[in-house]
């Protein structure tokens, strides 16, 4: 019986590098989505997919996902060799990390920021502010597209092993620690791996955010 | 590096036999000396040739690991440490009952999952671990011939290391493993759906759901994978599976004070649970470090409880053990690792 974790013959629409190691992926929606929802992807029907947060908007013509390459992994070091026009197997969209209406802050790491991209991709863009922590400033994945669509202001990136970095040298949660004005009545979207999610999480907390108001998202 | 034999399924063996060029029947002779008889060394394999037992010495090696410490509770519950090949820490609690031992066994280290109400979860994640691993925690369990049951509840989400975890019961429960019944072992989820579909078809064993929330939007907050596999899509998946008299399916619920304890939840709970041949696991929280989570008073455990069984569910409290030693998963081992870090930092 098919459901929403079934896989579907896919082709590579596009497939190119945005940083050492790591490269954007898309191929033809048939499928509508949400903003923050993932699609399974695997290079078998049957073997054992893995999830990536979609990085396109909802209204364009094609799935895009933010990969990097785990030199031991089992899957990404073959999809970065993929070429336009190789196979995927793409389940439908699933899940619901979704971006509410109303002041909000998107906090990512590396690739974690896919999914905000996505929800400003689709015009979610008023209030919203983005936090994104990477190593290099190479990392600031998809950054002329978030200067062109966020106030200055709003866009915070934190650089934490470039020493000539432009941008605010140190780890994402240094830079949370030293914030006194993270509003109490936004929502908090957290995407990165699990040390960061529950890291950046601790930090919220202990500046008295309610936890109800942070929802996060781990890679797994 | 030689490979460790202890921890292969029947099935591995056999591959290890034909590849050392061996009768197949030695895989069962080396099956039942493992696991049967808990014999580790080659020389004591007595009928196995000598010429056998020196392939198998050259290749394969038997490795298990006791416990670096351990913890006792004035109730009598231990907390085992154990050291990982990769110097990491795990741990296994045995909780001994009247009528039952139990040991609760990890599957990973640290975990990715980030439950809010978790110390696993704040280690972050540091790997899986092999079947071998698990069964490691129940083999080398000094109070072993007393065990009447294993959970696999302890660190890290178990179905996040599906492989390792279906080796480790397929050793468990098969005829040529320890041959225990699938009946007397657990395993949680917090429902990872395409990992529990797999766990259904190929396992025989019972399914524990961590629930926590019956509300998706609410569940979120405390549970990021609520985010990806909601609980309702979950609960869905489960009534579509003919789960017999023998399988039991059971939803953990731990209780927290003014956030999933109210009469509103109740109701939902009996709604979403409707028509399933289940049990709910009441469980009292206590609070880790730095949580925003309260636990739920004892009345309100017992309020929560009549509401739910007045509406015909089976609902149980789990009873709370090891209090004085801090037996939730993860404290301990945490514990070890902070120590380390601050060891290396200096």
Known sequence: ?220 | MKTNLFGLTPFQLKEVVVTLGLPSFTATQLAEWLYKKQVYSFVEMTNLSRQTREKLETNYTIDLTPATKVQTSTDGTKKYLYTTLTAKFIEAAYIPDADRATLCVSTQIGCKMGCLFCMTGKQGFQGNLSAAEILNQIQSLPEYAELTNIVYMGMGEPLDNLEAVLDSIEIMTSDKGYGWSPKRITVSTIGIIPAMITFLEKSQAHLAVSLHSPFDDERREIMPIQNVYPITEVIREIRRWELGRQRRISFEYIMFKGINDTARHANELVRLLNGIKCRINLIRFHPIPDTPLEGTSEAGIVNFQNLLKAKGLTVTVRASRGQDIFAACGLLSTKELLKKQQETDF
């Open chain 1, 1 to 220: 019986m098919a459901h929403k974790h079934t896989l579907y013959k896919k082709q590579v629409a596009d497939i190119r590098p945005v940083a050492d190691g790591v490269f954007t992926l898309s191929f033809i929606r048939d499928f509508s989505f949400k903003a923050g929802q993932v699609v399974a992807i695997d290079l078998v029907p049957d073997g054992k997919p893995r999830m990536y947060s979609i990085a396109s908007g909802e209204n364009e013509d094609c799935i895009e996902i933010l990969f990097d390459e785990k030199k031991n992994g089992k899957l990404t070091p073959f999809l970065s060799k993929l070429k336009v026009g190789d196979t995927i197997y793409a389940s439908e969209p699933f899940g619901t990390f979704r971006t509410d209406v109303g002041k909000g802050y998107w906090i990512a790491s590396g690739t974690g920021i896919a999914p905000f991209i996505s929800a400003l991709r689709s015009g979610m863009i008023e209030q919203k502010t983005m936090m994104h922590g990477g190593r290099f400033d190479v990392n600031f994945y998809y950054s002329a597209l978030i200067e062109k669509l966020l106030p200055t202001k709003n866009y915070v990136r934190c650089c934490s092993k470039q020493d000539d970095t432009q941008y605010y040298k140190g780890r994402l949660t240094q830079w949370l620690k030293a914030e006194v004005n993270l509003p109490k009545d936004a929502k908090y979207y957290l995407c990165g791996s699990p040390e960061m999610v529950v890291e950046v999480r601790d930090i919220l907390i202990s500046a008295k955010i309610p936890f109800q108001n942070i929802i996060s998202e781990t890679y797994f």
